[in-house]
């Protein structure tokens, strides 16, 4: 879907076959063990810069 944007889209990536296997791991450990502490878990995640992202813009200054 990207390809058909002018300018092209910046894109995240992330393993969603990871992310489904590890929501499962976790809801099924929950449900073992409901009082057990909470995970966290954090995934790998990309960020591809295609062309529709900018720099930010410089801050104006407000004077008095």
Do not use: I, K
């Amino acid at each position: 879907l990207t390809s058909f944007h002018t300018p092209p889209l910046d894109v995240v990536r992330r393993d969603m076959d990871a992310l489904g296997t590890t929501a499962a791991e976790l809801l099924l450990s929950r449900l073992e063990t409901p009082n057990r502490r909470r995970r966290q878990v954090v995934l790998p995640t990309t960020f591809e810069a295609r062309g529709s992202s900018a720099p930010p813009r410089a801050r104006q200054r407000v004077t008095a």
